[in-house]
């Protein structure tokens, strides 16, 4: 299941060579490799493809929606390429526009299967408590399970299962109400004792039980049919924000009841698709739930389609011959080549400029070399991060850390260390040490990805070692850091609460949700007191805190905003649509994930 390649430092500049002539030859023919950023891991993690998203796997005041929650999702016109590590001039790439969708029938039809194509198997389950999911396995189970909130525009998340989600001013008891009438697939009633249930249920998972470790949770008091309240040994704000990904995926007793093999592969949940068939692999196959609780905005009963067919095609150039093809109806994407072929061939739904998730190279802080700081800063000026994103994104401005622009905590100059080889070749040379590994997944785009930041370590002295692995493993090896260095994509910054699990030393022993093992001291005491503020503007002033943290300890290496994009054919509507009781938004394409539930085919 693994390949190891060594780039040595004789053909460093050769393949910069090979990869500056593909870059012209992709420019002049107006397009080049889709890039599809495979992701990462449990709970919420995305793993790159081909640099999270993710994501995200990020996140001053968001700008407000643009389009109301009766429209379909629109695409993004807005790249985040726009700001840098202080570059006198903007060399981001075009921003991608937005392709105008063909006038669409008068109302919803009913029917059809919408076939998706994704990037990645969710292949230990569709079970979230255990499941490690990528932006694929997300897009899953918000057909399976719906959430209880959902991301709204300002970085405070809304109500979708719950009702009612209230606090006491200190944030230690928490108050959830269901709204009524909802079932799960079974039948059975999805009420306050199942809420309890699964709480309980997720406090066991591998990774999950990690994140409700977090919120020190005394008891889980019963209060009526539909009400629970959850006690807590200490104050937790962001809590609500944690309820709109794995953690917030509604189960039902009887699913969890089967235990953790019979829930992987018998998956019960509230969502508006139930699964009928599960070939790992091959196909993802769900049929609509006829007892759905949800109605669009005009009272018809959700959801539209029949079915829908998930086919996890790993290849990024497959999957667009695919779609481009009519094998597939949809894709998701997260790409920095080939935008002008989606926006001129498909429809394309765009993520808006805000929250998007960096993509990064992941070092292993507790692993030599890069357990050294001086190591880390000198690998940061051998890499030229501007190179890489011209020819293997969309030429952005290299992210100056964990926040896009639009996110709170962004900076224009975090104060990470400037591209300078000479430097960082002294530097390297007065440590002694000669020879790095890098990983990477099977995907050949990510393979090319690796091998230009190899050939450009390189260049500073090192030989270079790329390890390949499957995505699954890629994920595993993360949580139990069996790894040196490797892309990823996380962090969209929605809350910076919800980023304590993956920055806090509380998580980084063992098995653990700080991939990267930081342990810092200034990013420590800012998530702590995230989670006693829900004011707005102190949580951007500790996020620019973690921001300059990450920037002096060179933790990570950051390369560009992840643009995610869902691609469709002409006849598909609807997509990531989702009538919330009271008109509220949700922020559509979110780190790549979407809901299908007011999807529906032209026929």
Known sequence: MFGLRRVSKLACWRWLALFCALALVASACGGGNDDD?????????????????PSGDGDGDAPAPSDDGEDEAQPSTDDSGDQGDGADEDTSAPEPAATEAPEAAVEPQYGGTLVVGLEAETTNGL??????????????????????????????AVLNLLESMTSNDDFTEWTMTLRPGITFHDGTPADSAALKRHFEEQATGTLTGIVVSDWDVESIDIIDDLTIQMNLGKSFAPLPNYLTSHLGYFGAPSMYDLGPE???????????????????????????????????????????LDALEFR?????????????????????????????????????????????ETTYLLLNNSRPPFDNVDFRRALAQCTDRQTFNTIRWDGQTPSTGPFSPGTPGYLEDAGFPAYDPGAGSAAIASLGISDVEIGTTNDPANLLNTELIAA??????????????????????????????????????YDVGTERVWWHSKFSQGIALNFGRINNPTIDAALNESLITKDLDRRRELAEEINRAFAEQVHYIWFYESNWLFATQDHVHGIDNLTLPGGVEHEKVFSGRVFLTEAWIEQ
């Not at 950023?37 to 998203?53: H, K, Q, S």
């Not at 935008?339 to 400029?353: A, G, S, V």
Request: glycine residues 10%; negative net charge.
């Open 127 to 156: 079970n979230p408590v255990n499941a490690q999911a990528a932006v694929s396995g997300h897009i899953l189970f918000r057909a399976l399970y719906d959430t209880l909130t959902v991301e709204g525009p300002d970085g405070e």
């Open 37 to 53: 950023a495979g992701d990462g891991g449990g709970v919420a993690a995305e793993a790159t493809a081909a640099p999270e998203a």
């Open 312 to 356: 996890p095609i790993p290849d990024t150039d497959g999957r667009f011959a695919a779609l481009r093809s009519g094998d597939l109806d949809a894709s998701s994407v997260n790409t920095g080549l080939r935008i002008d072929d989606y926006n001129e061939e498909f429809k394309t739904y765009w993520q808006k400029d805000r929250y998007n």
């Open 456 to 493: 450009m370590w390189g260049d500073c002295g090192l030989d270079v070692t790329i390890t390949q692995v499957d995505q699954a493993e890629l994920i595993t090896n993360a949580v139990f850091g069996l790894f040196t260095a490797f892309l990823w994509r996380q962090h969209e910054g």
């Open 262 to 304: 019979g829930s992987a592969r018998n998956p019960i949940g509230a969502g508006p698709f139930m699964l009928e068939e599960w070939i790992p692999n091959e196909v993802t196959r769900m049929v609509r739930n006829p007892n759905y609780w949800r109605t669009d905005a005009e009272g018809r009963q959700l959801p539209y």
